[in-house]
């Protein structure tokens, strides 16, 4: 079984190791009260790049989020194939 936990998402990094989510205190949206080096605290969460999460209205229903880095939407395009598939 393969699981996610949403409150991770902000401290996903990319194939170079590097946050896909941009961290205090250069990031936009920092305030001060932020910790150095990690993502900005919005709204009761930390923010997560689009990068990562994307979010959209399908069929009716608001709000759908799909994790988009590139290794999950190859995976989900090859498994399904559809070219298309933004992630899964």
């Not at 409150?7 to 920092?30: K, L, Q």
């Not at 605290?41 to 990562?52: K, L, M, Q, R, S």
């Amino acid at each position: 079984i393969l699981g996610f936990s949403s409150t991770a998402f902000s401290f996903y990094r990319d194939e170079n190791g590097d946050p896909r989510t941009a961290r205090c205190p250069e990031a936009a949206g920092c305030e001060d009260d932020d910790w150095d080096g990690y993502p900005p605290f919005i709204e009761g969460a930390y923010y997560v790049d689009p990068n990562t999460i994307a979010e959209s209205n399908e069929r009716g229903v608001t709000g759908v989020k799909r994790l988009v880095t590139p290794e999950v939407r190859n995976a989900a395009r090859e498994h399904y194939g559809c070219s298309t598939l933004a992630g899964a």
